[in-house]
């Protein structure tokens, strides 16, 4: 609940900030409307929290809440109220998205305690997505809390058969898993909501590698159909990498080339380099250049 509340804080903090006075009565309205309609129909079941108004160029068009459980382990349901005259509560829609979320929380627990089996400090969370046929496939996504050794085939063999095992037990026809590898080994206790654990801003920062492995349904059995491995540098890292290939290129006279860091996905890459390209004029040369050492070698 600590962990919910502060969140709350910092929604309300971003959603006010910089708002016009002009919003405040209809803030009001929105907030007055949403609470005597969720105690109207749900008693004391739940409460709401206002987040901030969704403007654009001094128009509304809608008011953001958390509608949240009255107990010690709150669900906590976002909810978007269109700016319309009456307002309109989506009883339907919310209760939809509330029962998605409880499974989504189900599911995570479980994903979590199978995970950590084979990695004690890992973080997971289950994501059920609907398709746009009305079917749904599985999004999971597991933090590790541990590198990727350098025999990595082992290791992705290892995860391949645990991901097909957790597979089988699934009705639906796709599971996409996602494992992402911190640079160091991860010994902190979590404790925080996992949901705003792996929040892009929060998460971006905690890991160096990501594995990737999906599985469609064919016929009864499972499949893998597809493995990349892709590195996640923070801006620090890729500058100085940038700055050591500057300073090749400037000493062997590609001073007017340009750098690209590449994107790469292959599983069986070399985890020490990363790939890079120069270009000038529509001629292009490709190299590696090694993590720590800063040490350049090219593709012929």
Known sequence: MKNLTFLIITFLAFGCHGQ??????????????????ISEIYNDQFKTEFIGTW???????????YIIENNDYPIAVEYNLG??????????????????IKVKIKASEQLEKDIQVYYPNA?????????????????????????LDKEKEKTFTELNALCNSL?????????????????????????DNRFSFFEFDNFS???IHHYRVDFIKNGEEFEMTNQKLYDNLDEEQSEKLTESIEKWKNENGFETWEISLLTESSIDRDLDFKKFMLSSNGEKKFGFINLETKELKFVE
């Open 55 to 65: 403007h654009e160029f001094g128009k509304i068009y809608g008011f953001k809440f």
């Open 83 to 100: 700016n319309q005259e009456p307002f309109e509560f989506d009883k339907q829609g919310f209760e939809k998205e509330y029962e998605a």
């Open 205 to 207: 920062q905690k890991h």
């Open 20 to 37: 016009n006075k002009m919003f405040e009565k209809e803030e009001k309205n929105a907030k007055e409307f949403m609470e005597s309609k």
């Open 123 to 147: 973080r997971a969370i289950a994501n059920r997505i609907e398709n746009r046929d009305g079917t749904y496939r599985w999004v999971n996504n597991i933090y590790t809390a541990q590198p």
């Open 167 to 191: 597979t089988n037990k699934l009705s639906e026809e796709k599971a996409f898993y996602n494992f992402y590898f911190p640079n160091e080994i991860d010994r902190t206790e979590y404790t």
